[in-house]
């Protein structure tokens, strides 16, 4: 490849595209919305919020200086991701964090990508994170799972035309923001009934000996104004 595909690469890749028309955005929002609350439909999507919260876990455990020994994705949706280092303080803490965080802040953060128009670069951005987590899988179905999400979005962002791009950008961002919210009243709901009792509020507890209670406030607090925030880029408000 020449310095010429490569600077046009390169100008693809960063360049800004021309922003979508509203409705193409209120339909993306609810075609996002009808997967996130049937439960038959939620069921399958959730895998890929699934991939963002142990995707965050891994991350924030490389970046606080954990050694990432491995993540799994099991078919249930539930994950585990295992790193090494000093099993208290705050590289622990902002790791067992990251999880019911990870997946609305990603969805703001794509947010921000698209009200400054980088379509193209928010999907090869999500289809290099996800390669890198590859890398860190440890079993079957989630380097499946990994490969296939990162494979719709180098497709889409390589072979299709601007307005599939942007169709396929917002409708992940509203997913992210949307999905985001659910699995913390799921939390909520299995721990008012007894279960989940190594859940990460519950660790969280056990690490900083703040009630989980008020974790289950942060994640609510982080998901729902992602969700507000992320919400008004995306619709231009």
Known sequence: MDRTSLADLW??????????????????????????????????????????????????????????????????????????????????????????TAPSLLGLGGAWLLAAHRITLLLWVATALLVAMLVMIRNAYGALTVLVTGAAFLLVSWLTEPVVQAAFAYGAVWFLLLGGVRPVFELQAKRRHGGAPDSDAD?????????????????????????????????GL
């Open 203 to 235: 660790q969280l507890a056990r690490l900083t000996h703040v009630p989980p209670a008020l974790w289950l406030f942060l994640f609510h607090a982080v998901s729902l104004c992602s969700l507000i925030g992320g919400g008004r880029w995306l619709l």
């Open 11 to 100: 100008d693809r890749v960063v360049g800004t595209q021309p922003a979508p028309e509203l409705w193409l955005v209120l339909v993306t929002a609810a075609a996002a919305l009808a997967v996130t609350v049937p439960h038959g439909l939620w069921r399958v999507a959730r895998n890929a919020i699934t991939i963002a919260h142990e995707g965050g876990h891994g991350l924030i455990a490389l970046v606080t200086g954990r050694r990432l020994q491995g993540i799994r994705l099991h078919s249930d949706t539930s994950g585990l991701t295992v790193s090494r280092g000093k099993p208290t303080g705050l590289g622990m803490i902002l790791t067992a964090a990251a999880g019911y």
